[in-house]
Nanobody, 116 residues
């Protein structure tokens, strides 16, 4: 089983990044997918959730209107489009796969730094 995040980096305030998470080794289309983030010295925070079919999406209040989660079950990928980035968005972003009927999986994380 693997969840591999990519797309992180350094961006100026107001900029955009698109994170991707490539999944393998499990039935991706049966899993709810989530993006979490963890800033230094802070607890891990749930950023966005998308159900297995993509029919229901939820966002943390801190990112509503700026971030968009999407998934492609044919390609076993989930994305997080991040616009209007702020310094407080700086964190390590983690991809998570969750199912009520199976184990939970985590990626290794990708660093996002928003700074001028």
């Amino acid at each position: 089983v693997q969840l591999v995040e990519s797309g992180g980096g350094l961006v100026q305030p107001g900029g955009s990044l698109r994170l991707s998470c490539a999944a393998s080794g499990f039935t991706f289309s049966s899993y709810k997918m989530r993006w979490y983030r963890q800033a230094p010295g802070k607890e891990r925070e749930l950023v966005a959730t998308i159900t297995s079919t993509g029919g229901r999406i939820n966002y943390a209040d801190s990112v509503k209107g700026r971030f968009t989660i999407s998934r492609d079950n044919a390609k076993n990928t989930v994305h997080l489009q991040m616009n209007s980035l702020k310094p407080e968005d700086t964190a390590v972003y983690y991809c998570n796969a969750f199912s009520a009927w199976g184990p939970e999986y985590w990626g290794q994380g990708t660093q996002v730094t928003v700074s001028s």
